[in-house]
């Protein structure tokens, strides 16, 4: 597999946001090309060719910062996958090394032999689909893998693990001691779409029966603040947005609700500070809802809650009592193989909740019921004590540090990708030193920034702050490169368009069918 494509198809693409993870198909003088998206941001392509009866594939591309997650395996197992529906024989492809970061030819015929390519003695390798599946129709790739039972040493079967098997058992088990999160182990996340891949062929297994599964986690008092929403242990409609892959659920809530940690006791405090405010006689908005609740003291209590939600074959896998078994442990879990959103109960979890506390979260919900004595609904200023700065300009270099390593992290944990592009301004708590905010410009042909805030302080009023200082960067820029120097912006909803050209004096330039939208000053 020769080069990259570099062609404006390939750059077209990168320029499209799309929603959730999905493959989308387009042409290429080739042949086709399969690109792969996840959570709105293209990961990687494949393209392919074809003759009567074969396909080749001419080059798989992951993007730098998504290699090592497991994408050039879904792009694989995609094309592979295509090639037999379309009723072809074989898939042949030259490994080449994909760039000079890249694996050398010997990790590449590797990779490939994993999905069963082997070598042809011509400098390329070959998979003959017409093996793929047996007499029976059984998934021979499955049963290649990991034979007529899965993981027979563990749960007592008459045939031992395969070798893939082992490693499989080992990841699992070592998922169960570890920290779920961010950081978690990208071979696991292979292993557990595997496995998924490999359901039909072991359902007893990998099907899960549970009808209702939960979620333990939790979200600071600003989130139900700036929302509007009421702590409720009865359940608010809401949707819950991973931000991992795999993630781990079970099928019992008093499991769940040992995962939710306590409630801080900032809470407990604050929720006896209420009751003595009572007793003075005073009302709930003379001062301490206005004053003393917005404060990052108590605005950033975690409260815990319990994610409720429908199970269904096509996103969970295991059935509890079979994990349990591979993890050495009694949680009861099962595993989501999605990063798309879903729609679930959001619980506080009462065994968390003491009586200073329920009166507390009563009188909360009250206010965002009712509003105060003039029929406005409460709306704190939680954007008090946030700086806005250059990250140039901060002298502190602990400070600095942090603030960029944020700003990193807030980068690649957003929806929003692009490419080369230097840190502008930022956003942040003085008073804890937390980054909510940032901006990335590129200077390079036309004036293009970017702009992120943190989920947790969205909706009140601080883009604009960004956005003022974006714009007044490129109106000193302009004046040294002149008037022909163009400045681009790409946003998502029509909403901030709107913004943009009523405030801004911004004009619409062009909008995809996804609503992407592109503006100029």
Wanted: with cysteine.
């Amino acid at each position: 597999m020769k080069g990259f494509i570099k062609n404006t198809l390939r750059t077209h693409l990168l320029s499209e946001n799309y929603t959730n993870n999905k493959f989308i198909f387009s042409k290429s003088p080739n042949g086709e090309i399969i690109t792969l998206y996840s959570n709105d941001q293209m990961v990687g392509d494949i393209e392919l060719a074809y003759s009567d009866t074969t396909m080749e594939i001419l080059q798989l591309d992951v993007l730098d910062k998504y290699r090592g997650s497991g994408y050039a395996k879904l792009l694989m197992n995609k094309a592979i996958n295509h090639a037999t529906k379309k009723g072809l024989n074989s898939v042949i492809l030259e490994p080449e090394p994909m760039d000079t970061k890249g694996i050398d030819k010997a990790g590449l015929y590797s990779f490939y032999s994993k999905f069963g390519f082997v070598d042809t003695n011509d400098g390329k390798m070959e998979l003959q689909l017409n093996k793929q599946l047996n007499e029976n129709g059984e998934n021979l790739s499955c049963l290649d893998k990991f034979g007529k039972e899965l993981f027979g040493n563990q749960f007592g079967g008459q045939e031992k693990n395969t070798r893939l098997e082992d490693e499989y058992a080992k990841l699992i088990n070592q998922f169960g001691d570890s920290e779920f999160g961010v950081g978690i182990n990208s071979k696991l996340v292979d292993a557990i779409y595997n496995l998924k891949k490999c359901a039909s062929v072991y359902p007893e297994v990998l099907i899960p029966d549970a009808e209702i599964v939960y979620r333990g986690s939790y979200l600071p008092l600003s989130f139900f603040m700036k929302n509007g929403l009421k702590i409720s242990k009865e359940g608010i409609d809401y949707t819950y947005t991973p931000r991992t892959p795999i993630q781990s659920w079970t099928s019992d809530e008093k499991i769940a609700e040992q995962f939710t940690g306590a409630i801080d006791i900032n809470i407990d405090k604050l929720s006896k500070e209420f009751i003595k405010h009572h007793l003075k006689g005073l009302k709930a908005e003379d001062n301490f809802f206005l004053n003393i609740l917005p404060k990052k003291e108590y605005a950033s209590t975690p409260i815990p809650v319990v994610y409720v939600a429908k199970s269904n074959q096509n996103d969970f896998i295991f059935k509890h009592k079979y994990f349990n078994i591979l993890t050495g442990e009694n949680e009861d879990e099962v595993i989501r193989v999605s990063s798309n959103p879903i729609e679930v109960k959001l619980k506080v979890n009462p065994s968390m909740v003491d009586m200073y506390t329920k009166k507390f979260i009563n009188a909360y919900n009250d206010i965002i019921e009712y509003g105060l004595d003039n029929g406005e609904p409460y709306k704190p200023n939680i954007n008090e004590g946030i700086v806005k700065s250059e990250l140039v300009n901060i002298d502190d270099d602990d400070l600095y540090d942090s603030l960029d390593n944020q700003a990193n992290t807030l980068r690649t944990t957003s929806e929003i990708s692009f490419g080369s592009a230097d840190p502008f301004e930022i956003l942040y708590d003085d008073e804890t030193g937390r980054l909510v905010g940032a901006t990335w410009i590129e200077t390079s042909g036309a004036f293009s920034p970017h702009m992120i805030i943190d989920p947790e302080y969205r909706k009140i009023g601080l883009s604009q702050k960004l956005i003022d200082g974006v714009v007044e960067k490129y109106k000193k820029m302009k004046q040294l490169r002149g008037d022909n120097y163009t400045f681009m912006l790409n946003v998502v909803n029509n909403s901030l368009a709107n913004t943009m050209e009523k405030h801004y004096g911004f004009k619409k330039v062009s909008e995809d069918p996804h609503g992407n939208i592109t503006m100029t000053l």
